[in-house]
């Protein structure tokens, strides 16, 4: 966890755990009694856990505690998903090119990797759901697969827009009121009040952005 809050390298975190009192004792290590993990155990533990899908584990565990203390209201999801570029000539272990990363093009640059969706409590801007996919996977066919399916509201963005999941489709009735900004037809202007809220909704957005940032910095 520490080594995500503050984006550390394994090096870094080896280090951390040497020099920084509180970081040994938030892991529960004691440097008079016990080695502290080098950077090799720490790349190792990372490993053991992708391996055996722990990390999903662990995050339902803490969004069930957070739950109970009431730090996640579960009312209402931000979604979104950013790319994860890996180098062209990632292998697995048969030697040949990872199924679960592709190329896909983002403004005027072609990206090979993976992309992280992520669904966050919109009164606090922590995540509850994270899914992988191959780059290539649109954002809105992730949408359902991110929700805990209590929300009131869902926000995102033009991505995750269609014509039965919009401002104006929205019933209330029948399920979560779907914040997702209006789109421009071709040829034509949005009216003002639309591109007001559009502005607002972008505000709220702005929430997901943080562990996007935390992400990108490993």
């Not at 040497?18 to 970081?23: A, E, G, K, R, S």
């Not at 584990?57 to 999801?77: C, D, S, V, W």
């Not at 509850?128 to 996977?137: R, S």
């Not at 209330?172 to 034509?188: A, D, I, M, T, V």
Request: hydrophobic share 35%; proline share 6%; with cysteine.
């Amino acid at each position: 966890f520490m080594q995500q809050w503050f984006a550390y390298s394994d090096p870094a975190m080896e280090e951390a755990l040497h020099d920084i009192p509180l970081v040994r004792r938030f892991a529960g290590l004691d440097a008079a009694v016990e080695g502290m993990p080098d950077e090799t155990t720490i790349l190792k533990f990372r490993h053991l856990l992708e391996r055996h899908g722990l990390a999903t584990a662990m995050l339902e565990e803490i969004n069930a505690l957070l739950g109970e203390r009431g730090l996640i209201l579960r009312q209402g999801t931000m979604v979104d998903a950013t790319l994860v570029a890996a180098p062209t000539s990632t292998k697995n272990r048969d030697g040949k090119r990872d199924p679960e990363m592709s190329s896909t093009k983002k403004g005027n640059q072609w990206y090979f990797g993976m992309k992280a969706h992520i669904g966050v409590d919109t009164a606090h801007g922590l995540v509850h759901t994270v899914v992988g996919t191959a780059a290539k996977v649109p954002d809105v066919k992730v949408t359902d697969e991110l929700l805990h399916g209590d929300e009131d509201e869902v926000h995102g963005d033009k991505g995750y827009t269609t014509k039965a999941r919009n401002l104006s489709a929205s019933d209330p009735k029948r399920g979560p009121l779907w914040c997702f900004p209006y789109k421009r037809r071709p040829s034509e202007e949005l009216p003002e009040w639309k591109r007001e809220i559009n502005h607002r909704l972008s505000q709220l957005r702005a929430r997901v952005e943080h562990p996007f940032r935390v992400i990108k910095r490993q």
